[in-house]
């Protein structure tokens, strides 16, 4: 098998057959320019070994990954320290575990409201009723973007997500106008509302980026688009997926529904167990600095090492029964987050966003069964999803 089979949109609604056959060994392609990884032993040692680098740019593939232009070139998403130390430093005071936690009534408000829209009805969209409308809400009024945006963000992140893919699987000319076209709305708009902030601040999370000081540096004008871009779409769609994967997983395994119903205290082992199981985010990369040799494959300076993240997280030499959904699982030490000093720096609030949205599902909806004919998934194969999520219930 090649990785070719990855990228067969065929396979999306179950990638892991071949993830299963992928994690074997390692293996080169492109004349050795992109290395493949997906044991758990391997990637987690990249991923946390500083000598690797995530400035795609300098790879040997270049910009023919499509990687390296999804977002502002200021985004610490594809940064090396010092310079991605110096922004992350500037950008994490807006995730600590205490202002996170302040979030939560607002969150189980939404919640409440996405949820309450549909009682009565049995039936709702997961997709479009509660797992996109939620973080979006939230990730926008933290950035301070007005909810008459909110549906405009939605549609330019649909397309700045497809251009997370590596170019090579973005055959359509059209696919690739529109990612283009939502990279310069992104662009345009923020531009626009950080010259507001500038002369207008208010109580949210770019007034501050705007102000925000690290040793006596500020972001530049490029490094606030480069960190709002990231934010919105990082706090956007990797969270929708969790929580849409999760209710999949969820109704698919209806023991571990029922034990979550029946003790709600398990939601924060089954969000962990989501993000083994069926990662939102399937594959990130590392820049190999120095040539080596990894497993029987000589690698040269500065290839690209693709880590198979959803590979990882199945893996048998690191999880008993990987294939098995158990909520109750630990340990539980997957990827879905990275490692290293590029751990996601948003994972407390993706967490504290899926425990309440999944909690709410189990203990809210009566009887709830999966439509299987209707469920879809985006084409992405960064980013897993589904497109659409149609769940009945009693009620």
């Given at each position: ?276 199981f069926d990662p939102p985010v399937q ?111 009693n009620g």
């Amino acid at each position: 098998m090649t990785i070719a089979a990855l990228f067969d949109p065929a396979v999306r609604p179950d990638p892991y057959p071949v993830y299963a056959q992928l994690r074997a060994e390692p293996f080169a392609v492109m004349d050795g320019a992109l290395v493949v990884i997906g044991d758990h032993q391997r990637c987690t040692a990249i991923l946390r070994d500083p000598a690797m680098s995530s400035e795609r740019r300098r790879s040997l593939l270049g910009s023919n990954m499509g990687e390296p232009d999804e977002l502002p070139p200021t985004s610490f998403l594809s940064l090396d320290p010092p310079d991605h130390t110096r922004l992350r430093k500037l950008v994490v005071k807006a995730f600590t575990p205490r202002v996170v936690s302040a979030l939560r009534p607002r969150i189980e408000a939404i919640v409440d409201e996405q949820l309450g829209a549909v009682a009565g009805t049995g039936e709702i969209d997961i997709v479009s009723g509660l797992a996109y409308p939620l973080p979006v809400r939230i990730i926008c009024e933290l950035l301070g973007v007005p909810e008459a945006d909110h549906e405009l963000f939605s549609e330019f992140s649909r397309w700045l997500v497809r251009g997370l893919d590596p170019s090579l699987t973005i055959t359509e000319t059209a696919d690739a106008q529109r990612i283009e076209q939502a990279r310069t709305g992104f662009r345009d708009y923020f531009t626009d509302l950080i010259a507001r902030r500038r002369t207008d601040p208010r109580d949210d999370l770019l007034t501050s980026l705007i102000r925000a000081e690290q040793d006596g540096d500020k972001l530049t004008h490029e490094e606030l688009l480069g960190t709002c871009t990231l934010l919105l779409v990082a706090g956007h769609e990797t969270t929708a997926n969790l929580i849409a994967n999760g209710v999949i997983a969820l109704l698919r395994h209806p023991d571990q529904l029922a034990a979550l119903r029946a003790d709600p205290s398990l939601v924060d082992g089954a969000v962990e167990e989501v993000l083994r199981f069926d990662p939102p985010v399937q594959l990130t990369t590392r820049i190999i600095r120095e040539a080596a040799r990894i497993g029987d494959v000589d690698v040269p300076a500065d290839a690209v090492l693709l880590l198979l993240i959803a590979a990882a997280n199945r893996d048998p030499a690191a999880f008993d029964e990987p294939d098995r959904f158990d909520i109750r699982r630990t340990p539980n030490h997957h990827l879905a987050f990275a490692a290293g000093a590029h751990f996601c720096l948003g994972s407390g609030l993706a967490r504290l966003e899926a425990s309440i949205a999944l909690s709410a599902f189990a203990t809210r909806l009566r009887d709830p069964e999966l439509d299987e004919a209707s469920l879809t998934y985006r084409p992405h194969v960064n980013l897993r999803g589904p497109d659409h999520l149609r769940v009945t219930f009693n009620g």
